[in-house]
């Protein structure tokens, strides 16, 4: 059964969604982040994908307050990512409530610093963030292009002990167009024991069901959720 993660992004400690990454293109869906994450908790969902949008662009963490308020108040299994760029940030937010954390940036900057962190907290915390600009690797909150392939990219840290990757299509991203399942099941083929978690572009319920018959581990849904494309009652069947 897939693991179904709903999306909380953050910017100014409020919850809002991003169009494929541009912050000129935000939306705002709630004051309060906790309420949305009360919500996801009241409907049966475990999990929590939390981003810190502006730690991404400042490159530390800036909003785990909102971390440490959601993980203090409710149950929910939260990985979080956007801004983790330090031994100390990290250390933060796993004191913070952080059940895995995502490193994207870091680990194509700083493969020295991500590895220590794989060694110290293990591949069961640390998510390889994975993120693709046609089929190349993508860092910074999506604003920095690299000449990396994401597959190599990928593979190269699987052999060095990470399980778990989310992976977006920047293209795909917010657009309610889908998801790039061509991405996920190439990174299959490749990597075939990872947990893969597909993030962006999810537009409905087939989405997730095909997502699901591929086998695929996770699936990350934001915009779908808040524009009302998937309902959180829709989700139940999904969950074990």
């Known amino acids: 059964m897939i693991e179904i993660i709903p999306a909380i992004d953050l910017i100014e400690g409020k919850c809002v969604r991003l169009t494929q990454g541009d912050y000129g293109q935000k939306t705002i869906y709630n004051e309060n982040p906790l309420e949305v994450a009360m919500q996801f908790q ?87 963030g994975a993120d693709a600009k046609k089929e190349k690797v993508a860092v910074s909150g999506w604003e920095e292009g690299t000449e990396i392939w994401v597959y190599d990219f990928v593979e190269n840290y699987v052999d060095k002990g990470v399980k778990y990757t989310i992976s977006t299509d920047v293209a795909k991203d917010g657009l309610l167009q889908g998801p790039s399942f061509d991405l996920y099941k190439n990174l299959q083929d490749k990597c075939p024991d990872l947990k893969i978690i597909a993030s962006g572009g999810i537009s409905g319920l087939e989405d997730v069901e095909k997502l699901a018959e591929m086998n695929i581990y996770g699936v990350i849904i934001g915009k779908a959720i808040y524009e009302n494309r998937i309902k959180l009652t829709d989700l139940q069947r999904f969950l074990n």
């Open 42 to 128: 009241d409907a049966g969902l475990k999990r929590l994908h939390l981003v810190d949008l502006d730690g991404a662009k400042a490159k530390k963490v800036v909003n785990w307050k909102v971390l440490e308020k959601i993980a203090s108040k409710t149950s929910l299994h939260v990985d979080f990512g956007g801004g983790v760029q330090s031994d100390e940030d990290l250390k933060a937010v796993f004191e913070s409530g952080a059940k895995q954390v995502t490193g994207g940036s870091i680990a194509v900057k700083n493969p020295e610093l991500f590895m220590s962190w794989l060694s110290v907290y293990g591949g069961e915390k640390i998510i390889l």
